[in-house]
């Protein structure tokens, strides 16, 4: 019969080889996980952040020349790297003047961008506390939106990189927030009017207080198929946004500068659709 002899803890003492052997064991063991993956993230970023800014600067190239078809479309400025000038600056920050006293008029706390091109409302949005997402199908464009995302800090600004499609609108998140500038008009050329009005209207289902608002007017050629917009397209949109934005207040935020496909200024009407508040009252009060 085997003895198993059993040794009390406050008793058993290792002799010197196991000792020397554990202390050897400790110089050699390797480095906790999590401090082994910060090492590699910062060896990692010293190749990629060179890498991103390189990518930054060709994707950001002024829109001349041979390299234009590979930079984004620079309607919109972005101060947080730097890039203030923009083909639409003027109208980018008129509009934000416009939205942003709305967003704090409803109490919005989450919002989404769609075709947020390089990002300045999504970031703008954040900066102002307001969690958002920003979609974008553009390669140059979303590139660009994630390098100042990521340069400027900002933890409360994301992107989703899709292009939407009237089966997977759907699938966007709900929120307080929603932007759809300039973007209403591509669907209709790419859609039909009636897929985009859909699609506009499955948008306003995933709003919970505020939606946004402007489309290429009559500056747009006739390659886009656009309905004319009579008597006016102000007094048009605006009858058209209430009957997409059902139980919706709609109000009109002004005129907007903006450019027609040809380079020439034009405005675009801005609106606002509002929910009623959950209590009963009226939001516009």
Known sequence: ???????????ARPDDAVASTARQASRTRKAPPL????????????????????????????????????????????????????ERGEGTLSR??????????????SAL??????????LSLAC?????IGVEADPPTYRTALYAIRKA??????????????????ALPAADGVLFLSLWHHFVRRYGLENATAML??????????????????????????PAMTPNPKDWLTEYLVK??????IVHLGSHEAFAPDGRTCERNLFVAVRPANDGGDTLR
Not at 96 to 109: D, G, H, M
Request: charged share 25%.
């Open 153 to 170: 800090g900002i933890e409360d600004a994301g992107m989703l990189l899709m292009t939407l499609t009237p089966k997977n609108v759907g």
């Open 244 to 249: 997409v934005c059902t139980g919706g207040d």
């Open 128 to 132: 102002s506390g307001v969690p958002t």
């Open 201 to 226: 209207s499955t948008l306003w289902e995933r709003t919970g207080k505020v939606l946004f608002f402007d489309t290429g007017e009559a500056e747009m050629p006739d390659s886009y198929g656009l």
């Open 96 to 109: 934000w003047r416009a939205i942003r006293p709305w967003l704090e008029r409803t109490s919005v706390r």
């Open 113 to 122: 961008d769609v075709g947020c091109n390089r990002g300045f409302f999504t």
């Open 35 to 86: 401090a082994g993956m910060a090492r590699a993230l910062a060896k990692r970023r010293r190749i990629d952040d060179p890498l991103d800014w390189i990518r930054f600067r060709i994707d950001t190239f002024p829109r001349a020349g041979p390299l234009k078809r590979f930079a984004c479309v620079s309607y919109q400025p972005l101060p947080w790297v730097n890039l203030d000038q923009a």
């Open 1 to 11: 019969m085997t003895e198993i002899v059993r040794t009390s803890s406050s008793t």
